[in-house]
């Protein structure tokens, strides 16, 4: 039978809880809904939703998984039990390996199955399980870390092949216990056979060289390796005493060449040196790593410290891109040079100003204007106005729902190596800030099991004295090897970006997850916002003015008055207490910002803890004095009359208002208009001007959109299961299938694409249905391992059907390579033009 078709018999015998239990570790399977158990089983067995599936297994389930794929034969129906897998899994127990395959079975990864031939009485009455029939494309061609098979090596490596028949005769030879061969396929059995029992794979390491043992053992989770000049030959007979160990090992045929710079470990080989086990090491607790302890006021110091520093350079970045916005590059995000300009106003590194600003931006504190390609602060922005606590909570929620990763930037493009020395690689080789390739669309998922994991951790290590376990990327990894193993390659690039920006956002703290940390691992955030109000220390509203023109801030001050110092003097040094410079080119900045002497001395003077030193208000005073003797506007366009009565009236008619008119003498007006727009103007108010100035002249205003201010973010977690509406909606069209007896024996399908055949009297899948595709493409894939023949109805280029009994060879990319056996020629079928396809019986020899 068909496995989609024995999967689908098993879901709809379930009940209604174990359905609810599938969907909601498997929302794929349901979005959309489908029509049937057959369809269902048909999704459950896609290789998308299988790799998806995998993806959430711990590391007991993977191993278990995989060596049940490695002990059955889903073209032959080989089944196996958990008996046989304990013997295959060092360190298990049967009730163990009985409920983790009860665990697969519930996910519909694997489904019951009979035992196979020639199985014994007592045997037979254990539960025999199968996997799905597309785990072996999702699990790769190493599953276990372990190789292929000698056969299979000799079939797909040609090069091998043709050697290995001479290497089995070297070995004979050489006074090896290995049987002679006159085929590549019998050279090969003969060399399983030989490396077959863990005793007879140490005899044969006995005589190998130094460094051979130490060399093996690198392939030990994973069965291929670099080696240089893989293919180069070599032979036993003509191997000298100083023979290295990989030439050694070549010779042997205890290491295979792929190509000319790697190598692969044989599967028998690979067991022997597992003494036998598919699965050496097995546990069902995750390991305890080794963690240091911090004391609980050193983490929230920590913590509050970097959020109010983080609040302070997120405010002074706003103020620096108000006065000068980040021009962009024509390639996209902010060049090195640009971000260098930002670092040094904020007097901070490089990469720390990338992280910040691509802070900003995925807060919606900074947007992309399309007019002046530069990114810049959107008018009107509420997080300038909120209490410091809101305010952070505002950043927190959207770094945790971003898909952009801010660590990345500096980063090579192909994400060798981090950190601010990247920033210095040749142009065009590493990530710029707020450019397209810092965006990870996994980015939400995997800080949200970040900060679980360390929330876990966190509760299984903390001390009775209230300390907590200081915990680093290698911890992190650890434990997230273990319970998603699958997903270690995502969590190792991301990883300690992550924790470096959970730290700048005071979720850790001196390298522990901080209480409000905590409460944002568990979703809540109002928590969170709570225990930072209790213990953030108010921003500060008052400085200190020293007689050498500078103001010493005690502590983190107000947005407020920290913008207002900075249009009046430079900010130097770091941290809470900031130092601010007066000079005359600070104070001239505010002066034409519009503020004058005394507007200036009266803020300071509202604001200093202390008198106002007497050289700093010369210094005002005296600048101010000297300001403004030339003034310098913009003008589109002006106005002379020798009679000034005629000028006055023009000035005071409320129907020339929109010109903007300015006196600047007794004869002459500006306008803010064109010239060309200011003569129609003043002609449809019975005037005659004369128009001096030529149209090149003319400035032209484009009328840009505003920029609309940023909207506080809310954070949603990634959904991890569907509504129960939708599970309820699933559930009533599955009854009524199963009601109506449904098509959970369907068999073959027409229309589209390659689809099961109608054998042995079963109705049909529906035509284009999700069954009839998944049922074809089972059959071709099986065909195709079995080098079995099939029947295809095919469509031909007149629009007439043909039945054709060919030999698949290959599917890939909507099309399927043939071999036509009549014919003897290959070609290539568009998998659309194929109706229905069915297996024959006959086996090709």
């Given at each position: 039978m068909s496995l989609i078709r024995a999967l689908s018999k098993e879901l709809q015998a379930r009940s209604d809880n174990s359905l609810r239990a599938l969907f909601s570790a498997r929302p794929d399977l349901i979005s959309?809904?489908?029509?049937?158990?057959?369809?269902?089983?048909?999704?459950?067995?896609?290789?998308?939703?299988?790799q998806r599936a995998l993806e959430r297994l711990n590391r007991p389930e993977m191993q278990v998984l995989e060596t049940l794929h490695l002990c059955t034969n889903t073209d032959t129906g080989h089944s196996a039990s958990a008996a046989m897998l304990k013997k295959l899994i060092n360190g298990s127990t049967l009730a163990a390996i009985e409920r983790l395959l009860h665990s697969l079975q519930d996910l519909a990864l694997v489904h019951r199955a009979e035992p196979p031939h020639g199985t014994s009485p007592v045997a037979a009455k254990q539960r025999h399980y199968l996997p799905v029939g597309s785990l072996k494309d999702v699990i790769g061609i190493y599953p276990a870390g372990l190789g292929r098979s000698y056969t299979e090596l000799v079939r797909l490596q040609p090069a091998f092949a043709a050697r290995v028949v001479q290497l089995v005769a070297e070995l004979h030879r050489s006074g090896a216990a290995i049987s002679l061969a006159t085929t590549p396929m019998e050279a090969a059995l003969s060399l399983q056979h030989w490396t077959a029992t863990p005793a007879s794979l140490q005899q044969i390491l006995e005589a190998s060289p130094t460094r051979t043992t130490a060399l093996l053992a690198r392939f030990g989770n994973w069965a291929m390796g670099a080696v240089p000049q893989a293919q180069r030959r070599a032979s036993v007979l003509n191997e000298g005493a100083d023979v290295g160990p990989v030439d050694w090992l070549l010779a042997r045929g205890l290491l295979v060449p792929l190509d000319a710079a790697h190598v692969e470990l044989p599967h028998s080989v690979g067991i022997s040196l597992r003494d036998g086990y598919i699965v050496e090491n097995f546990a069902l607790a995750p390991p305890v790593p080794r963690l240091g302890y911090t004391s609980a006021a050193l983490r929230r110091n920590a913590a509050l410290g970097a959020i109010a520093e983080t609040l302070r350079l997120v405010g002074e970045l706003l103020f620096v891109v108000r006065d000068q916005p980040l021009v962009t590059l024509r390639s996209g995000g902010v060049g090195v040079r640009e971000m260098k300009r930002l670092g040094d106003a904020l007097r901070i590194e490089l990469h720390e100003a990338g992280v910040l600003a691509e802070l900003c931006a995925?807060?919606?504190?900074?947007?992309?204007?399309?007019?002046?390609?530069?990114?810049?602060?959107?008018?009107?922005?509420?997080?300038l106005t909120l209490p410091r606590q809101?305010?952070?909570?505002?950043?927190?929620?959207?770094?945790?729902?971003?898909?952009?990763?801010?660590?990345?930037?500096?980063?090579?493009?192909?994400?060798?190596?981090?950190?601010?020395?990247?920033?210095?690689?040749?142009?065009?080789?590493?990530?710029?800030?707020?450019?397209?390739?810092?965006?990870?669309?996994?980015?939400?998922?995997?800080?949200?099991?970040?900060l679980e994991i360390l929330h876990e951790l966190t509760l299984e290590a903390s001390a009775a004295d209230g300390r907590a376990p200081v915990l680093d990327a290698a911890a992190v990894l650890e434990r997230a090897d273990w319970t998603q193993p699958r997903m270690a390659r995502r969590f190792s690039s991301l990883v300690r970006g992550v924790l470096s920006e959970a730290e700048m956002l005071g979720l850790i703290g001196s390298g522990a997850l901080s209480q409000i940390g905590a409460a944002i691992a568990a979703g809540r955030p109002d928590d969170a916002l709570v225990i930072l109000g209790e213990h953030l220390p108010a921003a500060l509203n008052h400085v200190l003015l020293q007689a050498d023109l500078t103001a010493v801030a005690?502590?983190?001050?107000?947005?407020?008055?920290?913008?207002?110092?900075?249009?009046?003097?430079?900010?130097e040094g770091q941290g809470p207490a900031t130092i601010y410079r007066f000079s005359v080119s600070s104070v001239r900045r505010a002066l034409d910002a519009g503020h004058d002497a005394q507007t200036l001395l009266e803020f300071l003077r509202l604001h200093s803890a202390t008198a106002i030193p007497q050289p700093l208000s010369y210094l005002v005073e005296d600048t101010a004095a000297r300001h403004a003797r030339l003034r310098v506007g913009a003008a589109a366009s002006f106005i002379q009359s020798d009679d000034e009565t005629a000028v006055l009236e023009l000035l005071n008619t409320s129907a020339a208002a929109g010109l903007g008119l300015i006196r600047l003498a007794p004869t002459v007006l500006i306008s803010h208009a064109a010239p060309?727009?200011?003569?129609?103007?003043?002609?449809?108010?019975?005037?005659?001007?004369?128009?001096?100035?030529?149209?090149?002249?003319?400035?032209?205003?484009?009328?840009?959109?505003?920029?609309?201010?940023?909207?506080?973010?809310?954070?949603?977690?990634?959904?991890?299961?569907?509504?129960?509406?939708?599970?309820?909606d699933q559930l009533a069209v599955l009854r009524s299938d199963r009601t109506s007896g449904g098509p959970a024996d369907g068999g073959a399908a027409h229309g589209g694409a390659a689809h099961g055949g109608a054998a042995h009297g079963r109705p049909a899948a529906a035509p284009g249905s999700e069954e009839a595709t998944q049922l074809g493409l089972e059959t071709l894939q099986k065909a195709i391992r079995l080098k079995q023949r099939?029947?295809?109805?095919?469509?031909?280029?007149?629009?007439?059907?043909?039945?054709?009994?060919?030999?698949?060879?290959?599917?890939?990319?909507?099309?399927?390579?043939?071999?036509?056996?009549?014919?003897?020629?290959?070609?290539?079928?568009?998998?659309?033009r194929i109706i229905d396809v069915e297996a024959a019986e006959e086996l090709l020899q």
């Open positions: 959309p809904g489908v029509p049937d158990f057959a369809a269902l089983a048909a999704r459950a067995s896609g290789r998308v939703s299988v995925l807060s919606g504190l900074l947007r992309l204007d399309v007019d002046s390609s530069g990114w810049v602060q959107p008018p009107q922005l509420e997080w809101e305010q952070w909570l505002w950043l927190v929620n959207a770094w945790l729902a971003s898909e952009r990763a801010p660590s990345l930037v500096g980063q090579p493009v192909n994400g060798v190596s981090s950190g601010p020395a990247a920033h210095r690689g040749t142009a065009g080789t590493t990530i710029n800030a707020l450019s397209a390739e810092a965006q990870r669309p996994d980015a939400p998922v995997v800080r949200k099991r970040i005690p502590g983190y001050l107000a947005p407020e008055l920290s913008e207002k110092l900075l249009t009046m003097a430079d900010a060309r727009e200011t003569a129609q103007l003043l002609r449809s108010l019975g005037l005659s001007p004369a128009v001096e100035e030529s149209e090149s002249g003319l400035v032209r205003l484009r009328r840009g959109a505003a920029l609309p201010g940023g909207t506080r973010p809310v954070y949603s977690a990634p959904r991890t299961a569907p509504p129960e509406a939708d599970v309820d099939v029947v295809m109805n095919v469509v031909d280029s007149l629009g007439n059907a043909v039945r054709e009994t060919v030999v698949p060879v290959a599917v890939t990319g909507g099309r399927v390579r043939v071999f036509d056996p009549d014919k003897e020629t290959e070609r290539v079928l568009s998998i659309h």
